[in-house]
């Protein structure tokens, strides 16, 4: 029992012994390891104007929503326009079955043509009524009689003649036209059915073109707005989803009042839609351009990191290596920010990889692009 304990410790002796041996043997890590450069993207800093904007999500709005209804009880005879499509102001749009309201024109015609002879017999026997009283023939109470049957036929005259008026006007009212130019809706009413007047809406005609983009301004940045207004015109663009072109504007309107609920304000921009590209309700982009920096140092956005001792951004060296230069950064917009210390024109900031980074860690440049020309 002791013999068999003895070599099962010795057993286990020699393969701990074993183990230290080859552990000894191995070369420790990272001796003569050399790490592979890391791979970045890298853009080149310049100095150009940097317009100063403020970006918000809003919503397309019509610059004039008119619905259009009925000004007289009647039925719907015919469509007139195409659904969804442009229209002009004065088009014809619906008519409404005018069988009653031409007989109620000719009767007004008939009772116009029998008052106007009526009035022709009254004004003849006051003319000859004004010789016989001087030859004594008739009493002075017999024309004063006759006067006044001529004054009333006269009046009555002018009542047939503003009934025919209003019945002509009534008979217009059957052909329903486009108060506006813009873009018809559908027919609310299918044709065949009756209308009351002043109350059924036919049909919503929107104005787009130019067209309003409302979007909340936080009020933050009414007192910027506000100034920038005060200069001048404020320019706006808009950006589609799914259309590369921006739409360019300005802004038209700031609400009298700030929502305390979301602490912002109503705001429009508007702009120019001849294509129709924006429609109402349409979810756009909206950029307003409150000032411009001249001149302004810039960098990529993505190039600028947080770190403990504020904003730095990676710099690569002639070398391929990376250097860490703390910043004072300033205004930041579309994707860019002013840099007013820590960088000069030329230099090449890392915009993606910086995780994998150092102080002069090895870089592999994979592409290099460079601050477009264009303003942001």
Request: aromatic letters at 4%.
């Amino acid at each position: 029992m002791i013999r068999n304990t003895f070599l099962v410790i010795c057993l286990i002796t020699a393969c701990v012994a074993g183990v230290v041996l080859l552990q000894s043997g191995k070369p420790k890590a990272g001796a003569n390891e050399v790490l592979a450069p890391a791979s970045v993207t890298i853009a080149a800093v310049q100095r150009r104007d940097l317009p100063l904007t403020i970006t918000a999500a809003g919503r397309a709005e019509a610059k004039a929503s008119v619905a259009v209804k009925s000004r007289l009880d009647g039925q719907v005879a015919e469509m007139a326009y195409v659904e969804g499509r442009p229209v002009h102001k004065g088009q014809l749009l619906l008519r409404f079955d005018t069988a009653v309201l031409e007989a109620q024109v000719r009767q007004a015609e008939g009772v116009l043509a029998r008052d106007e002879a009526l009035l022709a017999r009254a004004t003849s026997d006051y003319k000859r009524n004004v010789a016989l009283v001087d030859k004594g023939y008739i009493s002075k109470s017999g024309l004063s009689q006759s006067k006044s049957d001529t004054s009333a036929a006269q009046a009555s005259l002018k009542i047939d003649r503003a009934a025919l008026d209003n019945a002509r006007l009534q008979l217009g009212y059957a052909r329903i036209t486009a108060p506006m130019d813009g873009v018809a809706g559908a027919l609310q009413l299918p044709v065949g059915s009756a209308a009351k007047a002043n109350d059924t809406t036919l049909l919503v005609i929107n104005q787009i073109d130019p067209i309003y983009v409302t979007f909340p301004l936080p009020e933050s940045q009414l007192a910027h707005v506000k100034l920038a207004m005060s200069k001048g015109l404020v320019p706006a663009s808009a950006t589609i989803e799914g259309i590369e072109k921006q739409m360019h504007g300005k802004l038209a309107f700031i609400d009298n009042a700030v929502d305390m609920t979301s602490g912002t304000i109503v705001a429009k921009a508007i702009f120019d839609n001849p294509a129709g590209l924006l429609t109402p309700g349409q979810f756009a982009q909206v950029s307003v351009q409150l000032d411009e920096l001249p001149n302004a140092l810039v960098v990529p956005s993505q190039a600028v990191e947080s770190g403990v001792d504020g904003p730095f951004a990676f710099v690569v060296n002639a070398d391929s290596t990376v250097t860490i230069h703390r910043l004072t950064v300033g205004a930041e917009t579309a994707g860019y920010r002013a840099v007013t210390a820590g960088l000069v024109a030329g230099d090449r900031v890392v915009m993606t990889g910086q995780a994998q980074l150092r102080n002069n860690t090895k870089v592999d440049v994979t592409s290099g692009p460079s601050v477009s020309s264009e303003q942001p």
